[in-house]
């Protein structure tokens, strides 16, 4: 058997969401400017002291540009599998809150970035 790699794989350019019941899924719609940068996601009443602390661990992913059906770059941010919840999210590690969304469990939550 070969096996062939993905010479797109880790540059954006495919998430596969594995959502369902409580658990779904946030596509971030982003400027440009942002590529490279960590997104953080923190649930809306998070007490903790998120990294370097040794509390909770918050999600994060970055910003990648990740092609459109016609041909564009589109910069976005996708957090898989986010526990059905309301979240704030800010550019790490420790910018100002930029978005707030709510996410339902079973379905894909789209919002863009304030610019």
């Given at each position: 058997m070969?096996?062939?790699e993905n010479p797109h794989a880790?540059?954006?350019s495919s998430v596969l969401l594995d959502?369902?019941?409580d658990i779904?899924?946030?596509v971030i719609g982003t400027p440009s400017t942002l590529a490279g940068q960590e997104i953080e996601l923190r649930p809306l009443h998070?007490?903790?002291h998120g990294h370097g602390h040794g509390h909770h661990h918050l999600p994060h992913v970055g910003v990648v540009p990740r092609p459109a059906p016609n041909g564009e770059l589109?910069?976005?941010a996708v957090f898989f599998e986010v526990p059905t919840g309301s979240y704030e999210l800010y550019v790490?590690?420790?910018g100002p809150v930029r978005l707030t969304v709510h996410v339902e469990?079973?379905?894909v939550t789209y919002a863009d970035w304030p610019a």
């Open positions: 070969t096996t062939v880790g540059k954006g959502i369902g019941d779904g899924a946030l998070h007490h903790g589109l910069h976005s790490r590690p420790n469990g079973g379905v």
